[in-house]
Each structure stands twice: as structure tokens, then as C-alpha cells.
């Protein structure tokens, strides 16, 4: 069935394998199935609208409202919602139950839900198990992380993202098993390296695209357990390391010389667009070891999925970013452990669960916010099982005639502007386009650094030689954006173990020309 998307007008088609995905993802209630219909968007305009609902990045200062005391959140201090620390959102001190409201049949779903969704406490930030990592978000198990997002198992890591399992490493995305990275992105099991993309099991090398078992090369593509190579050409040792050292990598001339020379030799050579490993009936990019999948990116473990990102351990996971070891999921952000959940986002250790924010180990809950451990809840309201299944078909039918049932939230539920999100990241907009289509946007979504000055990145010095412990009392200011940044101790300090020269943007102006090239 071919239909057009409501929002960018791009024909797409619904198949006879979504409708039957569809069907199965539909709530059973007192015996009788309540189906989800077929999408109004198209996939890209699917996953804009989830993303819209994910600030993994964007951090602020404020007041957690249960202590009083200053916290890190993902909420700037302005939002109308409810933010507490993670250790006072997990404590006893507090039960979303009491946040409950009674069903207004007179008044719009949406409304309902945003109402609730603002008064019930958000967590500042979601990590578990961190040390001195206080900068950081969907952060688990990591030790001496600042300024990085969905990161697990990672010690001493920088300006890095979506990524596991790392030591020493900074300005690093889509990497693994990793150790003293710098600006890699799609990287497995490689150590000591700079500019790596999509190599597996390389050391010591520079600007490799698609190379695996290397060591000791530079500006190299698609190789395989290749020694002392320079721009695919074999060299002596000392030949390779005067060849090195002529660009003067310690120097910001000499890097961007490097970085310039290493695009135009991948414009020039042939190579691999497509990275899927031991997977059967795929479509998609960056997957491993999956099968029966449409349009699946940066993901592992896959069976029966489609228009999913950075999923893993998932079975019939249907429009779904940031989820493990899920079954059933529908039109999700950043769940896991779930089975029959659609229309959510936060939400974990749950079943038969729709349109729920941040519920944990919750059964046949609709529409609810900060639930842990609850079954049979509208609204955060607790009903029998018989009163749950004699309500929820009302609300249903209520929703299809307003014309949501079946749909994600809309923008405007969104607590966070646009410019704020992953949607940003993936989908990038200006001010003015975004405004087009009615997104909120913050202008303000920096803290001006507490330093003594400014120094602007093009007058930095060259060389990391040169560089002075004085500039961790000064800010630079982005070269490309303006946006003030400062260089902490550590970050130095790994700058001068590995001689690279100082960074002239702004963290997040690098993330992004990391995310354009991939």
C-alpha cells in the first residue's frame, strides 16, 4: 500500500510484513485486539519526530526539586518539568502514584498526558554505576568520563558517544573495545590510533578508512593485515616514519594538511560503502550478526526488525532508536528489557506497556509517567484488571477519533527544543527551518565557562609544544561558531601523550562534522 507522508509528502509504502508487525504489536484487551493502524509518516520522518523526545548531549545546571541541591540535568533550569537527581528519583522518598489523574473524557489525550508528564519527577540525567563521570548521560559503568553520552564500560573517555568499552579515548563515536582513540568513528578493538573509520584491529596508524589488522600506516584504505603503509603504498620503516613526521602532526597546520590530503585520496579510491558482518536478508549500514531486517543501522543481534538505529539483542523492533534486548517494540526511544511496548520512551523491564515515560518493571500501564513496579494504570491511576480493560477501549476509541491512536507523540510534548536532541544530530535544521515547522529552539544552550579569558581557537598556538598550562584558566572560542569552550586537565594532558595539536571548535561542532562524514 503506497501512501504519502503527512509531513514531508514523500510517498512511502506500507507492506503486507508492517501490517502483520502492526498487528502483533497491538494491544489484547478482555480478549479482543485493538488494532494499530498503518503509519501517516514515512520512516525518516518517523524517526525525526522519536528523536525529538531524546536529549542525550545538551546538559545544564539547576535545581533538583525534592533536595534543593545544584545537579547536572538533561532539563535546563527554565523547563516546566520536574527534574530530581537519580539518587532521589530511585529513592523511597517518592511515588509517581500520587501524581495520579482520573480520565477527562471531555479533554484531548495529548493534553492529559503532557499535563502529567510535566508534574512527575524526570531524572536529571539516566546512569547507573559512575565514578567522577558527573558530565555525562546514559553513562553505565564508567569511571573518569566528561561530556559523553551513551557510553558503557568506559574509563577516562572524552567527547565521545555511542560507544562501549573504552579506555583513554576522546572525541570517539561508534566505537568498541578500544584504547587511546582520538576523533574515530566506527571502530573495533584498535588501539593508539587517530582518524580511524570503520576499522577493526588496527594500532599505531593514522586516517584509515575500512582497514583491518593494521598497524602502522597512514592514510590508508581498505587494507588488510598491512604493515608501513602510507596512502596504500608500501614502505621501508624509516622511509614510512620521515614520510609521518613531514606533516608535522603535532601542529594544527600539519593535521588539517592531513585530514584535507586523507579526504581528497577517499574521493579519489574506490571503497566500501556497506558495513554489515554475518547477517542474511539485511538492509541497512553498520550491522552485525543479524537477519530479516529493512533499513536497520548501527545495531547487532537483530532478527525480524525494521527502521531501527542502535538496537541490539531485539526481535520484531519496528520504528525503534536506543533499545536492548527487547521483543515486540513499536515507535520507541531508548527502552530496554521490554516486551510489547509501543509509543514509548524511557521505559524499562516492562510489558504490554503504551504511550509510557520512564516506567521500570511495569504491566499493562497506558498513558503513564515515572512508574516503577505498577500494573493496571492509566494516567498513573491503579484500576483492577477488570476496571483497566473496561476503561482503556473508551480511551482508545477516544484517541482514534481525535486521530492519534497509532501515532507517536507529536513535537509539542517534547520537554526539550529541537537544537537540543539527537534529531538535531541526525536531522539537522536551522533556526529558521525549524521554526517553519513549529519546533521549539533554545538559543541559550551553553554555560559561559568560569575562566579569566577568552582566546579565540585561530589564536591558539600551532603546536601542542607551545601550548601553556595557563590556557586551562581561559576559554576558546569556536572558530566556526563562536561558542566558548574550555580544555580540561585531562584533556591536555592527553593531548600531550599522544603530541596532537589543541582543537580550534567546539566539542559539539566536532560531533557534528564527525556525524556529516559518516
Known amino acids: 500500500m503506497s501512501t504519502v507522508c503527512s509531513n514531508c509528502a514523500t510517498p512511502f509504502i506500507t507492506t503486507d510484513t508492517d501490517r502483520a508487525f502492526h498487528q502483533k504489536a497491538s494491544p489484547i484487551i478482555g480478549g479482543k485486539t485493538y488494532s494499530i493502524p498503518s503509519p501517516t509518516l514515512c520512516p525518516p520522518c518517523r524517526m525525526q519526530r522519536r528523536l525529538m523526545f531524546r536529549n542525550q548531549q545538551t546538559l545544564y545546571r539547576r535545581t533538583c526539586d525534592l533536595s534543593g541541591k545544584s545537579i547536572i540535568s538533561i532539563y535546563s533550569p527554565e523547563k516546566d518539568q520536574a527534574v530530581y537527581s537519580p539518587v532521589e528519583w530511585w529513592s523511597d522518598k517518592w511515588d509517581a502514584v500520587t501524581y495520579a489523574q482520573d480520565i477527562d473524557w471531555d479533554r484531548p489525550f495529548l493534553e ?17 554505576n559512575t565514578d567522577n563521570s558527573d558530565f555525562t548521560n546514559q553513562s553505565y559503568n564508567t569511571k573518569n568520563c566528561y561530556l559523553s553520552s551513551a557510553i558503557k564500560d568506559c574509563e577516562d573517555v572524552l567527547y565521545s558517544q555511542n560507544s562501549n568499552k573504552l579506555d583513554d579515548c576522546m572525541d570517539a563515536s561508534y566505537c568498541f573495545h578500544s584504547e587511546l582513540l582520538y576523533e574515530c568513528t566506527d571502530t573495533h578493538d584498535s588501539y593508539g590510533s587517530c582518524a580511524l573509520h570503520h576499522c577493526i584491529n588496527c594500532s599505531d596508524s593514522f586516517f584509515l578508512f ?15 593485515q598491512q604493515q608501513y603503509h602510507f596512502f596504500n603504498q608500501r614502505c621501508e620503516p624509516e622511509e614510512y616514519a620521515r614520510k609521518v613526521a613531514a606533516y608535522g602532526l603535532h601542529t594544527h597546520e600539519g593535521m588539517q594538511k592531513a585530514v584535507a590530503d586523507f579526504r581528497k585520496f577517499l574521493g579519489q579510491t574506490d571503497h566500501e560503502t556497506s558495513f554489515m558482518i554475518q547477517c542474511e536478508n539485511v538492509t541497512g549500514n553498520n550491522i552485525k550478526t543479524s537477519r530479516n531486517c529493512v533499513e536497520c543501522y548501527d545495531s547487532l543481534d537483530l532478527e525480524d526488525c525494521a527502521y531501527s538505529t542502535w538496537i541490539f539483542g531485539c526481535k520484531d523492533a519496528v520504528d525503534c532508536y536506543g533499545m536492548g534486548e527487547s521483543e515486540i ?87 526539550f527544543a529541537y537544537n537540543e536532541t539527537k534529531a538535531q544530530e541526525i536531522f539537522p535544521l536551522t533556526k529558521e527551518q525549524a521554526a517553519d515547522k513549529n519546533y521549539l ?72 562534522n564527525r556525524m556529516s562524514e559518516r
Request: proline content about 6%.
Open 210 to 224: 575500512d582497514c583491518i589488522g593494521c598497524r602502522d600506516c597512514f592514510g590508508c584504505i581498505g587494507l588488510r
Open 329 to 415: 517494540a513499536y515507535e520507541c526511544v531508548g527502552v530496554e528489557e521490554v516486551q510489547k511496548v509501543a509509543f514509548s520512551f524511557g521505559t524499562s523491564s516492562s510489558h504490554d506497556c503504551y504511550y509510557t515515560d520512564l516506567c521500570f518493571q511495569c504491566a499493562h500501564c497506558f498513558g503513564c509517567v515515572g512508574l516503577r513496579r505498577k500494573k493496571y494504570c492509566i494516567f498513573n491511576k491503579e484500576y483492577t484488571q477488570e476496571e483497566y480493560e473496561s476503561l482503556l477501549p473508551r480511551l482508545i476509541d477516544k484517541m482514534q477519533k481525535e486521530r492519534i491512536w497509532g501515532e507517536f507523540f507529536p513535537a509539542e510534548i517534547s520537554a
Open 441 to 512: 529552539w533554545k538559543d541559550d544552550i551553553d554555560e559561559v565557562p568560569v575562566v579569566e579569558k577568552i582566546i579565540p581557537g585561530d589564536r591558539l598556538p600551532s603546536s601542542i609544544d607551545d601550548i601553556p598550562d595557563d590556557l586551562l584558566q581561559w576559554a576558546v572560542s569556536c572558530e566556526v561558531s563562536g561558542r566558548p569552550f574550555r580544555i580540561t586537565k585531562s584533556e591536555l594532558a592527553f593531548y600531550r601523550k599522544r603530541r596532537l595539536p589543541v582543537p580550534h571548535c567546539h566539542p559539539d561542532m566536532r560531533l557534528r
Open 112 to 128: 492529559q498526558f503532557k499535563a502529567l508528564m510535566r508534574k512527575v519527577p524526570h531524572l536529571g540525567v539516566l546512569v547507573s
